[in-house]
Antibody
Framework: EVQLAESGGGLVQPGRSLRLSCTTSGFNFGDYAISWFRQAPGKGLEWVGLIATKTYSETTVYAASVSGRFTISRDDSRTVANLQMNSLQTEDTAIYYC????????????WGQGTLVTVSS | DIVMTQSPDSLAVPLGERATINCKSS????????????LVWHQQKPGQPPKVLISWASSREFGVPDRFSGSGSGTDFNLTISNLQAEDVAVYYC?????????FGQGTKVEIK
């Protein structure tokens, strides 16, 4: 069974950093890109970024709203992807989801359960 | 960025009836080299993460009931739920993966009348 589980969320002050992890199982992690999305309380879905597979040099792309502050990485040996979030702002408050993607030009096919990040003083 | 616009924002449909959601994109999502539309429909039930229902505009994911169907091409797409069931109460989002950044419609809330 394909599973993705986010962890690392919590309350953080503006300007601080937080690292989220996406722990996976049930599939060959190295064959899939991982994409992160977020959903502010009561709002719609927003794409955050994506990391490609090793075959595609683990290329990363980001939404303009997080580019330069957020970094996605992956560890194929541990089947984990991470989202490093720096210089957090109140508008980054959201549930963060990781998803599995076959590759560039392919759709998401599985979502994780999400982890809540609250940025507040 | 590709702008995705859904209509209506919400709709209430009697049990067993049909619900249709429209999604329009600001540019074509049809890739000419493979004749595929780069559009996915997600379902998000209250208090749950989203779930993929349909990809490539019309291909149902494994295990999705056949009362869910996707149609359309280019810039105009529909999600139809025939024979609406109580468990279909959710917010439905269209999303394009044709270009970066991936973008979503604002969501359509489906309720039982």
């Amino acid at each position: 069974e394909v599973q993705l589980a986010e962890s690392g969320g919590g309350l953080v002050q503006p300007g601080r950093s937080l690292r989220l992890s996406c722990t996976t199982s049930g599939f060959n992690f190295g064959d899939y890109a991982i994409s992160w999305f977020r959903q502010a309380p009561g709002k719609g879905l927003e794409w955050v970024g994506l990391i490609a597979t090793k075959t595609y040099s683990e290329t990363t792309v980001y939404a303009a709203s997080v580019s330069g502050r957020f970094t996605i990485s992956r560890d194929d040996s541990r089947t984990v992807a991470n989202l490093q979030m720096n210089s957090l702002q109140t508008e980054d408050t959201a549930i963060y989801y990781c998803t599995r993607v076959k590759g560039s030009g392919w759709p998401v096919d599985y979502w994780g359960q999400g982890t809540l990040v609250t940025v507040s003083s | 960025d590709i702008v995705m616009t859904q209509s209506p924002d919400s709709l209430a449909v009697p049990l067993g009836e049909r619900a249709t959601i429209n999604c329009k994109s600001s540019q074509s999502l049809l890739y000419s080299l493979n004749n595929k539309n780069y559009l996915v429909w997600h379902q998000q039930k209250p208090g749950q993460p989203p779930k993929v229902l349909i990809s490539w505009a019309s291909s149902r994911e494994f295990g999705v009931p056949d009362r869910f169907s996707g149609s359309g091409s280019g810039t105009d797409f529909n999600l139809t739920i025939s024979n609406l069931q109580a468990e279909d109460v959710a917010v439905y989002y269209c999303q394009q993966y044709y270009g970066i950044p991936w973008t979503f419609g604002q969501g359509t809330k489906v309720e039982i009348k």
